[in-house]
């Protein structure tokens, strides 16, 4: 071999060395994928047998499979300021889901990982729907992101459009190439910034109702057409994953796969399914709260099943002792460092995890460890009609205590075999209620009008009604007789 093919050779096997030096000393990048009303059971690595989900069952593979994955709410808007802040939503005031016409949004007090990680030198981005307040004060780009292309609120709200950075499209959008739509945008965040460490939350509009899958898609899946979505959800979750390993930094990026909430059952055949778990979206059983979740970070664990609880509230703490992050300390942070299930070591003692009702007026159920305890709730009148919209057992039911590791479906009440476990609950359940909002409750709806001297203004537009049908009365009692008239005399 000569002087120039050592030297090939050598410069070769130096990049080979010098590969991951370089990958264990950058910053690693942040790509969370949020799916939208997702069910449990809807996920092959989650017992799905009729929808393919191959992309996201590989990170599984490669990466980490959580079995006890928990949103942080039962409904879209306080999961995901959770998400981004580790905070309980109820202290920032958010009571329910933020309409397209609320004037208040999240606080711009919080800080989320987006404005985290622009202290450490982050690139940040968000691709798809926001729906943390929809005025501008409160949109992603006053939140810590430097990019934003999506949507503002969830896709069955009026003024649905499209936002290209700041401004708006103000064009009809085709909802069955909307996932299309993020993933190429989601590509592009990537392809833009693959020099620097980045962080890209892509949050995906679908399986919310309304439902839509590309004509690619449609007809693909044996569960149709909420199949179909899902699995274009998952093409979508293969096209980024791609997009990083092209880019030449996957093996330095966390890439995490997750849903807002649990499923919404009352859409029958365009909701998705619990995989087991009880009940769904908006409830306070498992299946409203527990959700699908993947993760991979380069160089961490592969392969691996954790079954310990864990929240998005555990999202912002892990990511900062991921990245050099400072974890706000003038605030509670509600979240814990979960950083250990990465590198394959034991989990702290668990925590707490509280079932926030959907309306965010108090605890409804703890989790700690293997045990669940879920407070009584009283049947009355107004139930009857919300029990045929979702399920009758949220409303009415005693105290009841499960074992979760035993009874994931929540079907076997135990308390009573169990008094000294539920009298220690309900101490932790005495603790939640003391979490309160620390700024006033935000308007999540737009707020009436006052039409007060509106009156006369009804009471002209009743009397010109009442000539005009008059009229048209007349008009019509003049035709019929004057046609009757007509045909007596040309038939006699």
Known sequence: MNFRNWAALLCALAALVAVPVQAATNKPNIVIILADDLGYGDIGAFGATDIATPHIDGLATRGIRFTDFYAAHNVCSPSRASLLTGRHSKRMGISHVFQNSSPDGMPLEEITIAEMLKDEGYVTGLVGKWHLGSQDRYMPWN?????????????????FFW???????????????????????ALDFIGANKEEPFFLYIAHSMPHVPIYASPDFLGSSERGLYGDVVQELDWSVGQVVTALEEAGVL????????????PWLPMGSHGGETGGLRDGKG???DGGH???????????????????????????????????????????IDGRDV?????GEDMSDPIPYFYYEAWNRRVDAVRLGEWKLKRESSFWVPDLILSTILRWGEFSHEAMLFNLERDPGETDNVIDENPDIAEKLRGVLADADQIESEGRPLVMLGTGADRAGYERLLISLAVVGFVFLGLLIGLFYGLWHGGKRLLRKVFT
């Open 163 to 185: 936002y290209d950075e700041q401004e708006i499209i103000y064009e009809p959008i085709d909802q069955a190439y909307l996932t299309q739509r993020y993933t190429e945008k």
């Open 251 to 262: 093996e330095n990026t966390l890439v995490l796969f997750t849903s807002d909430n649990g």
């Open 339 to 343: 950083t250990a299930v990465f590198t």
């Open 283 to 285: 409830t306070t059983f």
């Open 143 to 159: 939140q810590g992101f430097d990019s934003f292309q999506g949507v503002p609120y969830s896709n069955d709200m009026g003024n």
């Open 290 to 332: 527990k959700v699908p979740t993947v993760a991979y970070l380069g160089g961490g664990v592969a392969g691996v099943t954790v079954s310990e609880p864990i929240s998005m509230l555990d999202l912002l703490p892990t990511i900062a002792n991921l990245t050099g992050g400072v974890v706000p300390a003038d605030r509670v």
